[in-house]
């Protein structure tokens, strides 16, 4: 009985309480904060870098990074204090009192340093970061599912703004969240419809010689208007579609290019950008050949 309990409710690889356990925890402080009138805190965070841990080191690797972790977090608190794992490399903290803002805060820089140092694997130095989101009860009008949605969009916010933070829910935050998310479900469309352009910025050389271009993305959307590629390409990067809209501006920069060339007798040179994650991509190469090949470019 024992052992099915532990197994019902504790994470077999870290030994923290798991989804179930917290999820069941969480409805019922939410429900005594509620009767009480009082508030309660949410910290969601997960691992900067795991990915890139687990695809290059294995799995093995993986798992030690999070036990560790689970560890130093768990170490961290206070008695009372309740740290679980949801799953992968998501995990939720429950502070046992109502906190103040300042003393939240003050957990998560101590939780930031203590993860910040590095983990030793066979003698190999792991290095991950934490991104942490914090949402309060009062916020989400004691909603279990509202108050666990506004911890991970607060913790999304702390990616997008360097990761290694930590950032408290305002009702601002679900706007952006919507307008990120709405970008990120777009791209494809925008890429079959043709939203995107490319503008072209002349190069000149000191004599006012017309030397190049270097061709810029924009995408005009039909809702939300013109968006920034500054705005576009980091959700973008983060949901993984970078590598496809890359493809669509090198082959549009191979299409253009004759037309462009008509412009002056002199050969020109067009730039484009990459991100550094197309170089992860092992045939960035060849396609680039196979569009110079196809529209004879030299």
Same mark, same amino acid.
């Given at each position: 009985? #024992?052992?099915?309990?532990? =197994?019902?409710?504790?994470?077999?690889?870290? #030994?923290?309480?798991?989804?179930?356990? &917290?999820?069941?925890?969480?409805?019922?402080?939410?429900?005594?904060?509620?009767?009480?009138?009082?508030?309660?805190?949410?910290?969601?965070? @997960?691992?900067?870098?795991?990915?890139?841990?687990?695809?290059?080191?294995?799995?093995?690797?993986? @798992?030690?990074?999070? $036990?560790?972790?689970?560890?130093?977090?768990?170490? *961290?608190?206070?008695?009372?204090?309740?740290?679980?794992?949801?799953?992968?490399?998501? +995990?939720? $903290?429950? /502070?046992?009192?109502?906190?103040?803002?300042?003393?939240?805060?003050? !957990?998560?820089?101590?939780?930031?340093?203590?993860?910040?140092?590095?983990? !030793?694997?066979?003698?190999?130095? =792991?290095?991950?970061?934490?991104? $942490?989101?914090?949402?309060?009860?009062?916020?989400?009008?004691?909603?279990?599912?509202?108050?666990?949605?506004?911890?991970?969009?607060?913790?999304?916010?702390?990616? %997008?703004?360097?990761?290694?933070?930590?950032?408290?829910?305002?009702?601002?935050?679900? #706007?952006?969240?919507?307008?990120?998310? =709405?970008?990120?479900? %777009? &791209?494809?469309?925008?890429?079959?419809?043709?939203?995107?352009?490319?503008?072209?910025?002349?190069?000149?050389?000191?004599?006012? *010689?017309?030397?190049? +271009?270097?061709?810029? !993305?924009?995408?005009?959307? /039909?809702? *939300?208007?013109?968006?920034?590629?500054?705005?576009?390409? /980091?959700?973008?990067?983060? %949901?993984?579609?970078?590598?496809?809209?890359?493809?669509?501006?090198?082959?549009?920069?191979?299409? #253009?290019?004759?037309?462009?060339?008509?412009?002056?007798?002199?050969?020109?040179?067009?730039?484009?950008?990459?991100?550094?994650?197309?170089?992860?991509?092992?045939? =960035?190469?060849?396609?680039?050949? %196979?569009?110079?090949?196809?529209?004879? !470019?030299?």
């Amino acid at each position: 009985q #024992e052992t099915m309990t532990k =197994l019902a409710n504790y994470d077999a690889l870290t #030994e923290l309480p798991n989804r179930q356990f &917290i999820m069941d925890t969480l409805r019922f402080k939410l429900a005594e904060a509620k009767r009480n009138n009082t508030d309660l805190a949410l910290l969601f965070f @997960d691992l900067d870098g795991f990915k890139s841990i687990n695809d290059s080191l294995g799995h093995e690797a993986g @798992d030690h990074v999070l $036990i560790e972790v689970a560890k130093r977090v768990n170490d *961290l608190m206070r008695e009372g204090d309740l740290v679980s794992r949801l799953g992968g490399d998501e +995990f939720l $903290i429950v /502070p046992n009192a109502e906190p103040t803002n300042s003393e939240l805060h003050t !957990i998560c820089q101590r939780i930031l340093q203590t993860v910040d140092r590095p983990i !030793i694997m066979k003698g190999v130095e =792991l290095r991950v970061g934490l991104s $942490i989101g914090i949402a309060k009860a009062v916020d989400a009008n004691y909603d279990l599912t509202d108050l666990v949605s506004n911890a991970d969009i607060a913790m999304y916010r702390s990616k %997008s703004n360097g990761r290694g933070t930590f950032t408290m829910f305002t009702c601002d935050l679900i #706007e952006d969240y919507k307008r990120k998310l =709405l970008i990120t479900n %777009s &791209i494809a469309k925008a890429l079959e419809e043709n939203e995107f352009s490319l503008y072209y910025q002349a190069k000149i050389n000191r004599d006012g *010689l017309l030397m190049g +271009f270097e061709a810029l !993305i924009r995408w005009y959307h /039909p809702s *939300l208007g013109l968006i920034s590629p500054g705005e576009f390409i /980091p959700i973008a990067e983060q %949901s993984g579609k970078v590598p496809t809209i890359t493809r669509w501006v090198i082959t549009q920069v191979c299409k #253009e290019m004759a037309v462009i060339q008509t412009l002056t007798d002199r050969d020109l040179r067009i730039s484009l950008n990459l991100s550094a994650h197309d170089l992860h991509a092992v045939d =960035l190469y060849d396609y680039v050949k %196979s569009q110079i090949d196809q529209y004879h !470019i030299n």
